[in-house]
């Protein structure tokens, strides 16, 4: 069974921290990309940013550059957003894609589709 399960979110004031955690199971994670996005409400989804697990590529969103870094234990099958210096328009629910093709992804990790996606993980940002 495929699996992608998000944790990590919470409540955090504007200008801290935060690290979410991807951990996938059920295919060949090595071979996959993945992307963090996020929807809040009443918004277009938004690609943060995406990692190829083949070749350690990464790219970001702009409004995360510099902010946000992505990373990839491939030992553990899982996938890290740090999230620091958080604004409160950051806030939104966060999931993780998985998709074969790194590609798939433009400069700033949006895409049209995906293979695996997890469940979410909400992260609000007060000011």
């Known amino acids: 069974e495929v699996q992608l399960v998000e944790s990590g979110g919470g409540l955090v004031q504007a200008g801290g921290s935060l690290r979410l955690s991807c951990a996938a199971s059920g295919f060949s994670f090595d071979d996959y990309a993945i992307v963090w996005f996020r929807q809040a409400p009443g918004k277009e989804r938004e690609g943060v940013s995406c990692i190829s697990n083949s070749d350690g590529r990464t790219s970001y969103a702009d409004s995360v550059k510099g902010r946000f870094t992505i990373s990839s234990d491939n030992a553990k099958n899982t996938v890290y957003l740090q999230m620091n210096s958080l604004k409160p328009e950051d806030t939104a629910v966060y999931y993780c894609?998985?998709?074969?093709?790194?590609?798939?992804?433009?400069?700033?990790?949006?895409?049209?589709?995906?293979?695996?996606r997890g469940q979410g993980t909400q992260v609000t940002v007060s000011s």
């Open positions: 894609a998985a998709d074969l093709y790194y590609s798939d992804y433009d400069d700033t990790c949006n895409f049209f589709e995906y293979d695996y």
